[in-house]
């Protein structure tokens, strides 16, 4: 029996039933739709952008659509910039959205759609606004040359949850964030003596599920059960012409590119369908600290990459480097810290016995690690005080700067650790912003 964390289910009956080449039908269509769309956005000079944001306006109206905030009106920084996390995009040379809207249903997503699609302007989808580069809420060059107005859907209100805990699978919209699907199925899955049920995805508590599995989803429980997209049995995906498909109507390859191929690209998902993982009701959680030498550490890290890869699927284990400051002295500069930070799908006892022998160089103490639930684990490892703030949307962590993640292919040389660390001990070359 389905346990239901919202106030509304969520209903993947209702789509279209395709099943004669819907590959090539869809892929043909939306080709031409985003082409034709693409012209007439471009032949657009910038003085019709109070037409089409108009024309935005009276369509919403008459669709029934009431949730959204047109630029220039009362609460629209405030609505706009609530989900933003890297403050850099909030500047005022990053363009703004003509419009905001924040669907509460499935059709209220397929008339935002529909709507911007018939007002001319571009369309950008926030789920939780964590994108390295703003693009879930703004447009700075690339095919449109940050020229082209556009609106964004924000998916915030579309956060519905709902556990079947039977079949170990669980239906959750794209604007919920991580810690919200994390709670809802920590609340509604059940467990024996030994086992729960839970959701492999990030640790931040603030980052969108919709924006995550679009891009792939890496986290702590990845080593054992793959990426977040990979335990994806089913999606609801708004088209361009405000069609919803399920899996079997998009088809396998657009199944496909949706689950790590970047957002965006087929549609707007709705919601997914995802496959909840079982794991150990006591896991061990610890994030121990080490001071050093620069020399020293960029040791200890150096070791961390050689002894990470070899343990067992049960093991988490990240190292996060410190940021100096340039008011530091240069002794200060010369001793770093870094800290390590720890999942183990089992108790204290086996963290302690594995990394010890592996990797004593640590010089692991039974105090820095704690035992706990999984749920529990969850917000200690977002920073979180409690399992009551995984509700939250507000974010602790906002920030100004410039990110990048990638995956090294070879182990990275403790000289050019060193020269990372002592890099890092001068703090960032300027500010981002006044």
Known sequence: MASKISSAGINPGVVLSQ??????????????????HRHAIESLSPRDNGVRARSMSSCLRASGVRNFSMAGSPGYATIFNFSIQNLRFAAPEFRKPEAVVLPTSRRGLQRAVLCARSASL??????????????????????????????????MNLNKVRVHAASATAWAESGATL??????VALASSSNSNWSLAVTAASCSTIGLGGHISGGGFGPLSRKFMLAA?????????????RVLDRRA??????????????????????????????PDTVTVFTPRREGSVDAMAGLVHRWQFVGPDLPDEFYLSVSLTIGSSSLSQEDRDHR?????????????LAMSVLNERFPELGFAESEVSEMSWVESAARLAGLSSVDELTSRVSKTKYYGKNKSDYVQQPISRDSLAAMLRYLSNGPPAPWHD
Not at 179 to 184: F, I, P
Not at 230 to 242: F, R, Y
């Open 179 to 184: 810690e919200e699907v994390y709670h809802a």
């Open 250 to 279: 998009m088809g396998e390859d657009v199944f496909w590119a949706i689950r790590g191929g970047g957002g965006g690209s087929w549609g707007v998902v709705y919601a997914w369908k995802l496959r909840l993982v079982p794991i």
């Open 230 to 242: 990979d335990n994806v049995l089913d999606a609801l995906l708004v088209d361009a012409v405000g």
């Open 122 to 155: 571009a369309i950008r989808v926030r789920s939780g606004g964590h994108s390295y580069e703003g693009q879930s809420y703004t447009v700075s060059g690339g095919v449109l040359d940050g020229k082209a107005p556009f609106v964004v859907i924000d998916l």
């Open 19 to 36: 099943t004669t080449e819907p590959l090539v039908f869809l892929g043909l269509l939306l080709s031409i739709l985003l082409s034709t």
């Open 337 to 349: 810290n870094v800290t390590f930070t720890g999942l183990v799908l089992g108790p204290k006892e």
